[in-house]
């Protein structure tokens, strides 16, 4: 479905929005404004990467966008990211995603509606903005989980099973570090196209943010995971520890008990009064140095 969103008063440019075309409504559209045809089919490939190219004299420009409403556990582009693609021309834009995007009617109201946007070119460098803006305000989720696991990590009690939250958390960062790189290039070429001064700078800006957010929470991600290997390796080797220190206490008892297990005729000390006190002091006595030289050794 495809619908004019706006109109310049003097009919130079217009704004025309594509929602989950099919292939025939993408055709009828290149026929109509001359939108080259492989950037047609890479309107309809969903995994495709951020890019940017001209055809025809029309700049056609692939982004992506954080999806929002991505599950829990998503962690690969497509699953966390929706594609945006943009073809920009003096006397239009045409805007191609498959699903809703929000930040649409945001620009419609702060900036069309207002009369901010005169010109296309003004249009498309807020239309590539917003999509940089997308990722905004899941850098902010993801420091609070960063928070979360940390603290979850340093000060649980009771050690829990953190592997697998750590593992999505990761992978989302570099997911979303990966893309905004990727979207470089579209930065790059704005640049050569003159646009306004202003709001490339505006662009650029954003831009740094996002990558030096993004490489913070990376090296952050990348140092908790490690940090958390190493406590969960501590941890086992504590257990170890004591299991290794009852193991030593009860070696010799278990050898004491199982020679006087044995089912022979002939053990004198079997009929002795004294051998059962006898022997449960020996076994006190072993005890006792095994621990007193534990102690001494700094392993208790």
């Given at each position: 479905?495809?619908?004019?969103?706006?109109?310049?008063?003097?009919?130079?440019?217009?704004?025309?929005?594509?929602?989950?075309?099919?292939?025939?409504?993408?055709?009828?559209?290149?026929?109509?404004?001359?939108?080259?045809?492989?950037?047609?089919?890479d309107?309809?490939?969903p995994?495709?990467?951020?890019?940017?190219?001209i055809?025809?004299?029309?700049?056609?420009i692939?982004?992506?966008?954080?999806?929002?409403?991505?599950?829990?556990?998503?962690?690969?582009?497509?699953?966390?990211?929706?594609?945006?693609?943009?073809?920009?021309?003096?006397?239009?834009?045409?805007?191609?995603?498959?699903?809703?995007?929000?930040?649409?009617?945001?620009?419609?109201?702060?900036?069309?509606?207002?009369?901010?946007?005169?010109?296309?070119?003004?249009?498309?460098?807020?239309?590539?903005?917003?999509?940089?803006?997308?990722?905004?305000v899941?850098?902010?989720?993801?420091?609070?989980?960063?928070?979360?696991y940390?603290?979850?990590?340093?000060l649980?009690a009771?050690?829990?099973?953190?592997?697998?939250?750590?593992?999505?958390?990761?992978?989302?960062?570099?997911?979303?570090?990966r893309?905004?790189?990727?979207s470089?290039v579209?930065?790059?070429?704005?640049?050569?196209?003159?646009?306004?001064?202003?709001?490339?700078?505006?662009?650029?800006?954003?831009?740094?943010h996002?990558?030096t957010?993004?490489d913070?929470?990376?090296?952050?991600?990348?140092?908790?995971?490690?940090?958390?290997?190493?406590?969960?390796?501590?941890?086992?080797?504590?257990?170890?520890?004591?299991l290794?220190?009852?193991?030593?206490?009860?070696?010799?008892?278990?050898?004491?008990?199982?020679?006087?297990?044995?089912?022979?005729?002939?053990?004198?000390?079997?009929?002795?009064?004294?051998?059962?006190?006898?022997?449960?002091?020996?076994?006190?006595?072993?005890?006792?140095?095994?621990?007193?030289?534990?102690?001494?050794?700094?392993?208790?």
């Open positions: 479905m495809h619908k004019t969103l706006f109109t310049a008063p003097d009919k130079s440019w217009e704004w025309i929005d594509v929602e989950n075309p099919t292939a025939d409504e993408l055709q009828e559209l290149g026929q109509k404004y001359g939108l080259h045809p492989s950037s047609l089919r309107c309809l490939q995994e495709h990467l951020p890019k940017y190219e055809a025809n004299n029309i700049v056609f692939i982004t992506r966008i954080f999806d929002t409403k991505a599950h829990i556990e998503a962690d690969t582009i497509q699953e966390l990211t929706n594609k945006v693609s943009i073809f920009y021309h003096e006397q239009f834009v045409i805007t191609v995603h498959k699903y809703p995007v929000e930040f649409i009617p945001e620009i419609i109201e702060k900036y069309i509606e207002t009369g901010q946007i005169k010109k296309s070119s003004n249009l498309l460098t807020r239309l590539v903005r917003a999509a940089f803006r997308t990722f905004a899941p850098a902010d989720k993801l420091a609070d989980d960063l928070d979360y940390e603290t979850k990590t340093f649980q009771k050690p829990v099973s953190l592997t697998k939250g750590l593992y999505h958390l990761k992978r989302k960062v570099a997911v979303s570090k893309v905004i790189k990727l470089e579209i930065l790059d070429h704005l640049r050569l196209q003159k646009l306004s001064s202003t709001e490339m700078q505006d662009m650029q800006d954003l831009y740094v996002m990558t957010l993004y913070e929470l990376n090296d952050s991600a990348n140092h908790l995971v490690n940090v958390y290997i190493s406590l969960s390796s501590q941890r086992t080797n504590e257990v170890m520890r004591v290794t220190i009852f193991s030593v206490f009860f070696m010799p008892l278990t050898f004491i008990v199982g020679i006087y297990g044995m089912n022979f005729k002939f053990m004198p000390e079997l009929y002795s009064v004294y051998g059962y006190p006898l022997i449960m002091l020996v076994m006190l006595l072993i005890t006792a140095v095994i621990y007193m030289w534990f102690r001494r050794k700094g392993w208790l």
